[in-house]
C-alpha cells in the first residue's frame, strides 16, 4: 500500500470516528477539522495527474465516500487564478490546504463583504451553515491543492453547494 493510501485510510477511521458521536453540524465540522489537523496528508494523497488539475475550472476528485453516506472527502486542484462562486452549503463542512495558497472571502446574507482570509498550507477550518457563505479563489503563482470534507455523500447528491449568489 503506498503512503498516501495508508493516509487517507487513516484519515477516512478518523473522520468516521468524528462522525460517529452524532452532535450537531458546528460541533461535528470542529470534531472532523481536529482529526483532519491531526491526519493531514500531504499533497501526494492525489496523483501526479490528479495534481496536474484543468485550465477550465477547479478540478475535484472524490476519495472516499462513506457508504451511510454520512461523509465525503475530495481532493481539488485549484490552478492560479482559479475561483468558485460565491455559494453557501448543504451540510458541514471541512477543509484543509495541502499545498499552494486558498483565499477566502465571507460575506453575509446580504451579500456584504464580512472578511477575507488567506489559508496557507496545513491550515484547516471548519464550519456549519447557517453563516458559510463564501468564495475561495487560488490568488497564487502556483496551483493549489486541498482535501474538503462534507457531511453527505457528494457522489450521490452531486455538489456541497446548496446555493450561488450573483
Known amino acids: 500500500m503506498t503512503r498516501s493510501l495508508t493516509t487517507l485510510t487513516d484519515l477516512v477511521a478518523a473522520v468516521r470516528q468524528a462522525t460517529d458521536v452524532r452532535t450537531g453540524w458546528t460541533d461535528t465540522s470542529k470534531l472532523v477539522a481536529d482529526q483532519l489537523r491531526a491526519h493531514l496528508p500531504g499533497p501526494e494523497i492525489l496523483t501526479p495527474d490528479q495534481r496536474l488539475g ?7 476528485h472524490l476519495l472516499h465516500a462513506e457508504p451511510d453516506g454520512a461523509f465525503s472527502i475530495l481532493g481539488l486542484v485549484w490552478r492560479p487564478g482559479q475561483t468558485t462562486r460565491i455559494h453557501d452549503h448543504i451540510t458541514w463542512c471541512v477543509v484543509g490546504v ?4 486558498e483565499h477566502e472571502e465571507l460575506f453575509d446574507e446580504a451579500l456584504n463583504l464580512m472578511g477575507t482570509r488567506d489559508i496557507p498550507p496545513g491550515e484547516v477550518s471548519g464550519f456549519a451553515p447557517p453563516g458559510d457563505i463564501h468564495r475561495i479563489r487560488n490568488v497564487g503563482d502556483e496551483t493549489a491543492v486541498s482535501l474538503h470534507i462534507y457531511g453527505t455523500d457528494i457522489s450521490r447528491v452531486g455538489s456541497s453547494a446548496r446555493r450561488y449568489y450573483d
Open 54 to 60: 484543468r485550465p477550465d475550472r477547479v478540478m475535484g
Open 98 to 101: 495541502l499545498s499552494g495558497m
